[in-house]
């Protein structure tokens, strides 16, 4: 069963309408977003399981098309989830989760089973997008520290220096 946010927090996310926003929690799935993230995510369209982060990057070719920086991002994405496995180490759908993608993903195999690299990452750092490529710095906002629900909000900017 997937944790009740409230809608105050949807509210939240809605107000940060050019800023892709999402909420995640200890298993990477996504519970809420705003616009911005379903609109490089694609989010709505799914069903409750694709709407996991880790399963998005390492298993959806449509993302994977347009993540421009998968061999960097993914490493990193994985070391950060590494921090949330040791919060529950024996979790069975954490577990599942790693052995999931393990299977469908090369990528994630290989990585899994290099030593952690990098710092806490939850989110891509670039896409294409149809004008160009997104670059984006994310910044993590805890909602709730019991049940591990953290908001993870992307500010996207434009390769050529611009803003987005």
């Not at 809608?7 to 977003?33: T, Y």
């Not at 993540?67 to 994405?77: I, K, M, Q, V, Y």
């Not at 004008?131 to 900017?157: A, K, Q, S, W």
């Amino acid at each position: 069963m997937q944790p009740d946010i409230g809608p105050r927090f949807q509210e939240i996310l809605d107000a940060l309408a050019d800023k892709p926003a999402f909420i995640l929690d200890l298993g990477w799935n996504i519970l809420a977003w705003n616009d911005a993230a379903d609109a490089i995510l694609h989010l709505a369209s799914g069903d409750r399981c694709d709407r996991n982060l880790l399963r998005r990057v390492f298993t959806d070719p449509g993302l994977r098309a347009r993540h421009n920086s998968f061999h960097e991002d993914g490493p990193r994405l994985i070391a950060s989830f590494r921090y949330d496995l040791a919060v529950a180490p024996e979790s069975p759908p954490l577990l599942a989760l790693v052995e999931d993608l393990k299977r469908q993903s090369p990528h994630f195999r290989r990585w899994w089973d290099r030593p952690a690299e990098g710092g806490y990452f939850r989110a891509i750092s670039t896409l294409q997008a149809g004008n160009g490529e997104i670059h984006f710095d994310h910044e993590t906002l805890t909602v709730d520290e019991h049940r591990h629900l953290r908001m993870i909000v992307c500010f996207p900017h434009r390769a050529a220096g611009g803003r987005g």
